[in-house]
């Protein structure tokens, strides 16, 4: 089975070792794709300041920024294609995009939170 590359484009990154008090679904995606990247998926995320040449190197995320201005962020890319834009996509899409089903992304997510437990129960303190 071919694996598919996703790529979310994003108006900024955030280190989800920044801590608690952000964005929920900022930390749900950043902390889905450090998982999903650990067990060697092909997805990738951009931050428009941290990676400005990703955003014009691809086409079809330059016109829709062209077209929508930040309205479009975030965008996400699968194999060339826009799947999503203003809005990160669900667990389940991204399960679903790398060919995985909903209660593998469960497991993969559990392993990731029990090796990176911290004196604090892993989560926010």
């Not at 089975?1 to 790529?7: A, Q, W, Y």
């Not at 900022?26 to 955003?55: C, D, Q, W």
């Not at 669900?90 to 679903?96: D, F, K, Q």
Request: proline share 2%.
């Amino acid at each position: 089975m071919k694996m598919n590359t996703i790529e979310i484009y994003d108006s900024k990154l955030t280190d989800v070792r920044a801590g608690c008090g952000g964005n929920s679904e900022v930390m749900r995606i950043a902390t889905i794709i450090k998982a999903l990247v650990a067990e060697g998926k092909n997805i990738h995320r951009y931050g428009l300041i941290e990676n400005p040449e990703m955003f014009t190197v691809n086409k079809i995320v330059d016109e829709a920024l062209k077209n929508e201005s930040a309205l479009a962020f975030p965008i996400t890319v699968v194999d060339g294609e826009i799947k999503r834009n203003g809005t990160y996509p669900s667990n389940l899409e991204l399960a679903t995009w790398l060919g995985m089903t909903q209660e593998e992304l469960v497991v993969l997510l559990m392993k990731a939170k029990m090796s990176s437990r911290s004196f604090c129960g892993g989560d926010c303190c």
